[in-house]
């Protein structure tokens, strides 16, 4: 049963640079939510896509932006880094059709650091 | 603002006691509720859920659940070094796909 993956590992980026990561959800999973991990925070919701669609947002400005492919992986995209999107990105994956819709698994993240 | 909060901690305990780590949450429609567990440098891993008041149990965790309080709660039995960890308490926001995530609180285990 193959979890859920993201890539890469570890990035470094400069102020003013974009990025895009990448996240496979949960085999037999459909729906993707990224959130961003602060050093010695809980997770922030930045958003969620099912059936190709953002179809919640949490409180990040338009520089982040996202997509899902028909295989329901899915990229976070960040244009204009600043300093303070340093972070851990995480993808989490659920599965839509079933009374446990919202229990998200996460992959192993995404540290990235803006220098 | 909907939050969820945790005591940072660290809770230390000693190896073989009972843990037990507290959430309150403020979202009264919240329905879903989750316990993840992070290890320093790691993505959290989902160790428990619960959906209704009362207590669930999965080998050594038991989750607790008090809608009318808002609280949420986390046993873990005979703990063990390995248990050493962040744990965070998660919420589902009320109409939303939202996960709400409280700070985290830092479990030692003493051998």
């Known amino acids: 049963d193959a979890g859920v993956t993201q890539s890469p590992t570890h990035l470094i980026k400069t102020r003013g640079q974009q990025v895009t990561l990448r996240c496979s959800p949960k085999?037999?999973?459909?729906?993707v939510s990224w959130y961003q991990q602060a050093l010695g925070q809980g997770p922030q919701f930045i958003f969620q896509?099912?059936?190709?669609?953002?179809?919640q947002r949490g409180n990040f400005p338009d520089r982040f932006s996202g997509h899902q492919f028909p295989n329901y992986s899915s990229e976070l995209n960040v244009n204009a880094l600043l300093l303070g999107d340093s972070a851990l990105y995480l993808c989490a994956s659920s599965l839509e059709l079933t009374e446990t819709t919202d229990t998200q698994y996460f992959g192993p993240g995404t540290r990235l650091t803006v220098l | 603002q909907k939050e969820v909060e945790q005591n940072s901690g660290p809770l230390s305990v000693p190896e073989g006691a009972i843990a037990s780590l507290n959430c309150t949450y403020s979202d009264r429609g919240s329905q879903s509720f989750f316990w993840y567990r992070q290890y320093s440098g790691k993505s959290p891993e989902l160790i428990m859920f619960?959906?209704?008041?009362g207590d669930k149990e999965d080998g050594r965790f038991t989750a607790q659940l008090n809608k009318a309080s808002q609280y949420v709660s986390l046993l873990i039995r005979d703990s063990q070094p390995s248990d050493s960890a962040t744990y965070l308490c998660?919420?589902?926001?009320?109409?939303?796909?939202?996960?709400?995530f409280g700070s985290g609180t830092r479990l030692l285990v003493r051998p």
């Open positions: 619960i959906y209704s008041n």
């Open positions: 998660a919420v589902n926001e009320d109409s939303s796909y939202k996960l709400i």
């Open positions: 896509y099912y059936e190709e669609e953002e179809r």
């Open positions: 085999s037999g999973h459909d729906t």
